[in-house]
């Protein structure tokens, strides 16, 4: 992989590596960050991105990773084999802290391995020796304090501190006493860790042990009494020896230690690497970034690309970036965009390139989801003013020892990003030089964006099938930039319109238009008017993007109406079912009425209702139909109140159905016109239409003619 340090300088990267290494945890991480390049295997690339977007989903979810603060004790784990090397005490608390969250970073893996699938194959790996811990446990308490039985020795030892320190409490104490009147207020100090009697400077002499010092003041003796200092020296004395046998203890963990060491080392490399990870992951989510769609097909496509470090900064700043939208492919694989100074084009070049840098750094970009980004084998720039008096280079030399360099180096799988493309000399001269070179990197297949004001430029591009003209859009009227990219066609300089928004006088504008020639003023007109029309039109087709949104979600809402109303119509048609059901046995009540009016006879009425009752009720399971018939009576009930509350909105939702009908009906007949082929829907037989009337057609099969809906044929 060829990506030059001036490439790395060019496109600003440090800046980026500068916002990542705020959230390294320990000094050796934050150094790696500084020296973070892009990487030559893709497969370490997509690791590191996939590894980067797992931990950024923890940070987005509810999910998050057990990671906290650990110590860089590397140095520590590469000298434990170095011949009799005391581990100090704080490097074994930290082996205790690295591997217990480790062990918790298992347990939290192995709950969501399809979430992190990434880490949960990484983790998998480590090879904890729980040994390691144990041996440590058994010299260190909770606290991180070496416990009493670490040996038998270190336990007599602190037995008899204790009760040394105990007598030697008491023997103070009562010196306090025996010299009381010569005491100041305070009484007693501390000096050196030891206490000491606070006397009177007037009594100095009347107390007897060893003087250790004065306040500031002078008034002030600190004297330690002659009764306390044989068993000063006695626990002084049994300090020392505690001091001795933790040694010998450490020196004993750390030749336990040393048969662990690749383990060790293993255990402080993954927790530098999750900090290297979580770093990323912390700064993609501060700029919004995602993991694009990765190919590895020669093609880039951004979607709402927009540059992380103006983003923080805009951001800082409440403004509002515009982000853009380019592809790179087969068929466009170099782009030139052209526009006024201040228009955006170097920044838009400067974006591409340090996401693209960013991606191959394995680091996460901001841009849509829905992008799509592949890795080129190099990347080259040539952007800003590189003048040079130590090395005695113009801009422009400077500039042609680069194009030397790219066009030695160039192939297909080479993305070139050149800013201001053939500036630097005679516009006349370099223009034709810069067009050479366009052709050298296009006939290579190399992919490039390059911003040019060179007409002759925009006019070679025109020619080649695989190359496009990109403008960013200027608003003629009010004389400021879009900051918009717009592919496919050239953009003006507009040098008169920006000299003109910068106050420079008519008179001086007009007359440098009388020293150019007239072609070019009208060429530079025309590409002005067009870009102007194209924006227009954009604007417009906008506004009516606008316009079908919300039509379509007008007729959506209709359609919803709809639904509601074939709802209640279902209801209506139970209710109204059940109504004549009930009419029905109405009626045959009625003509029984009738019968027992002729004959009189009770046992047959009574006989006949009650055939009919059971009839009725052949079908009807008791608890169900009462359910039901609960049912229909609150549906009935509901329906009865809707038609009084909505019977206004029902009106006006039937006379826009009533509407919409006549629109399809007036479409439809407008479709038609007299002699059209048509046939009657689900038949083969073809005629022509004779006439129509309102929603009738007359169709003519030749032996006949027949009326028909308009909305019952096919045209053909």
Same mark, same amino acid.
């Given at each position: 992989?060829?990506?030059?340090?001036?490439?790395?300088?060019?496109?600003?990267?440090?800046?980026?590596?500068?916002?990542?290494?705020?959230?390294?945890?320990?000094?050796?991480?934050?150094?790696?960050?500084?020296?973070?390049?892009?990487?030559?295997?893709?497969?370490?690339?997509?690791?590191?991105?996939?590894?980067?977007?797992?931990?950024?989903?923890?940070?987005?979810?509810?999910?998050?990773?057990?990671?906290?603060?650990?110590?860089?004790?590397?140095?520590?784990?590469?000298?434990?084999?170095?011949?009799?090397?005391?581990?100090?005490?704080?490097?074994?608390?930290?082996?205790?802290?690295?591997?217990?969250?480790?062990?918790?970073?298992?347990?939290?893996?192995?709950?969501?391995?399809?979430?992190?699938?990434?880490?949960?194959?990484?983790?998998?790996?480590?090879?904890? /020796?729980?040994?390691?811990?144990?041996?440590?446990?058994?010299?260190?308490?909770?606290?991180?304090?070496?416990?009493?039985?670490?040996?038998?020795?270190?336990?007599?030892?602190?037995?008899?501190?204790?009760?040394?320190?105990?007598?030697?409490?008491?023997?103070?104490?009562?010196?306090?006493?025996?010299?009381?009147?010569?005491?100041?207020?305070?009484?007693?100090?501390?000096?050196?860790?030891?206490?000491?009697?606070?006397?009177?400077?007037?009594?100095?002499?009347?107390?007897?042990?060893?003087?250790?010092?004065?306040?500031?003041?002078?008034?002030?003796?600190?004297?330690?009494?002659? !009764?306390?200092?044989?068993?000063?020296?006695?626990?002084?004395?049994?300090?020392?020896?505690?001091?001795?046998?933790?040694?010998?203890?450490?020196?004993?963990?750390?030749?336990?230690?040393?048969?662990?060491?690749?383990?060790?080392?293993?255990?402080?490399?993954?927790?530098?690497?999750?900090?290297?990870?979580?770093?990323?992951?912390?700064?993609?989510?501060?700029?919004?970034?995602?993991?694009?769609?990765?190919?590895?097909?020669?093609?880039?496509?951004?979607?709402?690309?927009?540059?992380?470090?103006?983003?923080?900064?805009?951001?800082?700043?409440?403004?509002?970036?515009?982000?853009?939208?380019?592809?790179?492919?087969?068929?466009?694989?170099?782009?030139?965009?052209?526009?006024?100074?201040?228009?955006?084009?170097?920044?838009?070049?400067?974006?591409?390139?340090?996401?693209?840098?960013?991606?191959?750094?394995?680091?996460?970009?901001?841009?849509?989801?829905?992008?799509?980004?592949?890795?080129?084998?190099?990347?080259?720039?040539?952007?800003?003013?590189?003048?040079?008096?130590?090395?005695?280079?113009?801009?422009?030399?400077?500039?042609?020892?680069?194009?030397?360099?790219?066009?030695?180096?160039?192939?297909?799988?080479?993305?070139?990003?050149?800013?201001?493309?053939?500036?630097? !000399?005679?516009?006349?001269?370099?223009?034709?030089?810069?067009?050479?070179?366009?052709?050298?990197?296009?006939?290579?297949?190399?992919?490039?964006?390059?911003?040019?004001?060179?007409?002759?430029?925009?006019?070679?591009?025109?020619?080649?099938?695989?190359?496009?003209?990109?403008?960013?859009?200027?608003?003629?009227?009010?004389?400021?930039?879009?900051?918009?990219?717009?592919?496919?066609?050239?953009?003006?300089?507009?040098?008169?319109?920006?000299?003109?928004?910068?106050?420079?006088?008519?008179?001086?504008?007009?007359?440098?238009?009388?020293?150019?020639?007239?072609?070019?003023?009208?060429?530079?007109?025309?590409?002005?008017?067009?870009?102007?029309?194209?924006?227009?039109?954009?604007?417009?087709?906008?506004?009516?993007?606008?316009?079908?949104?919300?039509?379509?979600?007008?007729?959506?809402?209709?359609?919803?109406?709809?639904?509601?109303?074939?709802?209640?119509?279902?209801?209506?048609?139970?209710?109204?079912?059940?109504?004549?059901?009930?009419?029905?046995?109405?009626?045959?009540?009625?003509?029984?009425?009738?019968?027992?009016?002729?004959?009189?006879?009770?046992?047959?009425?009574?006989?006949?209702?009650?055939?009919?009752?059971?009839?009725?009720?052949?079908?009807?399971?008791?608890?169900?139909?009462?359910?039901?018939?609960?049912? /229909?009576?609150?549906?009935?009930?509901?329906?009865?109140?809707?038609?009084?509350?909505?019977?206004?909105?029902?009106?006006?939702?039937?006379?826009?159905?009533?509407?919409?009908?006549?629109?399809?009906?007036?479409?439809?007949?407008?479709?038609?016109?007299?002699?059209?082929?048509?046939?009657?829907?689900?038949?083969?037989?073809?005629?022509?239409?004779?006439?129509?009337?309102?929603?009738?057609?007359?169709?003519?099969?030749?032996?006949?003619?027949?009326?028909?809906?308009?909305?019952?044929?096919?045209?053909?």
């Amino acid at each position: 992989m060829n990506i030059p340090d001036k490439t790395l300088e060019d496109l600003e990267f440090h800046k980026v590596l500068a916002e990542i290494e705020k959230y390294a945890k320990t000094q050796r991480v934050k150094r790696v960050i500084q020296q973070i390049r892009p990487l030559e295997s893709k497969k370490a690339i997509e690791f590191r991105l996939n590894a980067t977007n797992e931990f950024l989903s923890g940070l987005q979810g509810n999910n998050r990773f057990p990671f906290g603060d650990y110590e860089d004790i590397r140095e520590d784990l590469e000298k434990l084999e170095v011949e009799n090397y005391r581990m100090p005490s704080s490097s074994f608390l930290a082996i205790r802290t690295h591997m217990l969250q480790i062990m918790e970073l298992k347990k939290f893996l192995a709950n969501f391995e399809e979430y992190f699938p990434v880490f949960h194959n990484r983790i998998q790996r480590i090879d904890l /020796q729980k040994d390691i811990l144990k041996q440590i446990e058994k010299v260190f308490d909770k606290h991180g304090e070496i416990k009493d039985d670490a040996s038998s020795e270190l336990k007599e030892v602190r037995k008899n501190i204790k009760a040394t320190s105990s007598k030697l409490s008491a023997t103070f104490n009562g010196a306090m006493r025996a010299h009381r009147e010569f005491l100041d207020d305070i009484g007693e100090s501390v000096v050196d860790g030891r206490r000491v009697l606070a006397v009177s400077a007037m009594y100095r002499k009347k107390v007897a042990g060893r003087f250790v010092g004065s306040s500031k003041t002078g008034s002030i003796s600190y004297i330690e009494p002659e !009764s306390v200092l044989k068993i000063q020296r006695e626990l002084d004395e049994l300090k020392e020896d505690e001091k001795k046998i933790i040694d010998v203890i450490l020196l004993d963990l750390t030749n336990l230690m040393k048969e662990f060491q690749p383990e060790l080392i293993s255990y402080q490399n993954f927790l530098f690497q999750l900090d290297l990870i979580a770093s990323q992951a912390k700064y993609a989510y501060e700029i919004n970034a995602v993991l694009p769609t990765i190919n590895y097909e020669k093609s880039t496509h951004l979607i709402d690309a927009y540059h992380p470090i103006l983003w923080l900064k805009h951001n800082k700043e409440g403004k509002k970036i515009i982000p853009q939208t380019i592809s790179l492919n087969d068929d466009q694989r170099i782009l030139v965009i052209s526009g006024p100074n201040a228009g955006g084009k170097s920044i838009t070049l400067k974006t591409i390139g340090l996401l693209q840098v960013m991606i191959q750094s394995g680091i996460l970009v901001s841009v849509h989801p829905k992008s799509k980004m592949g890795f080129y084998d190099a990347i080259f720039t040539d952007i800003g003013d590189h003048q040079s008096i130590e090395n005695q280079l113009s801009t422009y030399s400077y500039r042609l020892k680069q194009m030397r360099y790219f066009l030695r180096k160039s192939n297909e799988n080479t993305l070139l990003l050149i800013d201001e493309f053939g500036t630097g !000399s005679d516009p006349e001269l370099g223009g034709a030089l810069a067009e050479v070179f366009l052709e050298e990197f296009y006939d290579m297949e190399a992919f490039g964006i390059f911003t040019t004001h060179y007409t002759n430029i925009k006019i070679l591009v025109e020619q080649m099938e695989a190359a496009k003209n990109a403008s960013m859009l200027f608003d003629e009227k009010s004389l400021e930039p879009l900051y918009l990219l717009e592919i496919g066609q050239a953009g003006s300089s507009f040098t008169f319109e920006v000299a003109q928004k910068n106050k420079i006088p008519f008179r001086l504008i007009n007359r440098a238009k009388k020293k150019i020639e007239r072609n070019k003023i009208r060429l530079d007109k025309t590409i002005l008017k067009l870009q102007q029309e194209k924006f227009d039109v954009q604007k417009t087709k906008q506004q009516l993007k606008e316009l079908q949104s919300k039509s379509e979600e007008k007729n959506e809402a209709l359609d919803q109406t709809q639904d509601k109303i074939q709802s209640k119509l279902v209801d209506f048609q139970r209710l109204y079912e059940n109504e004549q059901k009930m009419m029905q046995l109405g009626r045959k009540v009625d003509e029984m009425a009738d019968e027992y009016l002729k004959k009189r006879s009770r046992k047959k009425l009574i006989g006949e209702f009650l055939k009919l009752i059971e009839m009725e009720n052949a079908s009807k399971k008791p608890k169900e139909h009462f359910k039901i018939k609960k049912k /229909q009576e609150a549906i009935k009930k509901k329906l009865k109140n809707d038609l009084n509350k909505n019977k206004g909105k029902l009106q006006e939702v039937k006379q826009k159905i009533e509407k919409k009908q006549k629109e399809e009906t007036a479409t439809k007949i407008a479709s038609l016109k007299i002699g059209d082929r048509v046939r009657i829907k689900d038949s083969t037989s073809v005629g022509t239409i004779d006439k129509i009337e309102n929603e009738t057609i007359t169709i003519n099969y030749g032996s006949f003619r027949t009326k028909i809906s308009i909305f019952e044929i096919q045209k053909i």
